[in-house]
């Protein structure tokens, strides 16, 4: 069993271009997640899910967008990069929404120039 | 506006006890978690409280009291493997995860 797992491991990628961060859990939950981790400050939260084919917006969504198309995969998009979003991208997953247990994939480190 | 603090780095002693601490402000509360990230690695889940007192699992244990908006995460017998960063985090009255910056733990010999 994979848990959850993430693609790239890294990346380094000019402004202005389009990256999708991949993410696929195989544990069969309903709810998922997607983090930003820089340093110096907590995890912040960019997009949920709380079930397929429903996604939410958290703390810092602007510059991304997600989708939620079956149980497995919930992958990050950055429409159009920038240097601020230089950071490492986690994505997670809970069994349930709510106070629950999350998952967390090994992480993607992103560079933008 | 929501804040976790936990202090920015501890030093402690192989086979020593210590006690990272954790205040919070959050806009409603459904529990609080502890994590462990190791570096360049995922944050794993360590403990979760909801109601006032201790959990005890194994040698980590977390207290809560949610008058004084306080936990506690207190690591007994440490070994070096727990050199790490340990993060506290709050569900809020949304359902989302406040996070805190992480303390990290170095562990001496």
């Known amino acids: 069993i994979a848990g959850i797992t993430q693609a790239p491991t890294s990346q380094i990628l000019a402004a202005g271009r389009r990256m999708t961060l991949r993410c696929t859990q195989d544990?069969?939950?309903?709810?998922m997640y997607w983090y930003r981790q820089d340093l110096g400050l907590g995890l912040r939260l960019i997009h949920y899910?709380?079930?397929?084919?429903?996604?939410g917006k958290g703390e810092v969504p602007d510059g991304y967008s997600v989708s939620r198309a079956n149980t497995d995969d919930f992958p990050l998009t950055l429409a159009s990069a920038v240097p601020s979003q230089t950071s490492v991208y986690f994505c997670?997953?809970?069994?349930?929404?709510?106070?629950?247990?999350?998952?967390f994939g090994p992480g993607t480190r992103l560079t933008v120039l | 506006g929501q804040n976790i603090d936990q202090p920015t780095e501890m030093t402690a002693t192989e086979g020593a006890i210590v006690q990272i601490n954790c205040t919070y402000q959050?806009?409603?509360?459904?529990?609080l978690f502890w994590y462990q990230q190791h570096a360049g690695e995922a944050p794993t889940f360590l403990s979760y409280?909801?109601l006032d007192g201790l959990e005890e699992k194994g040698r980590f244990s977390s207290f809560l009291s949610r008058s004084k908006g306080y936990s506690y995460l207190l690591l007994k017998e440490l070994q070096m493997k727990d050199s790490a960063s340990y993060l506290c985090?709050?569900?809020?009255?949304?359902?989302?995860?406040?996070w805190g910056a992480g303390t990290k733990l170095i562990i001496k010999p």
């Open positions: 997670a997953s809970s069994e349930r929404e709510g106070p629950d247990t999350q998952y």
């Open positions: 544990m069969r939950h309903n709810a």
């Open positions: 899910s709380n079930t397929a084919g429903t996604t």
């Open positions: 959050t806009s409603g509360f459904n529990g």
């Open positions: 409280n909801v």
């Open positions: 985090a709050v569900m809020d009255s949304n359902y989302q995860l406040i």
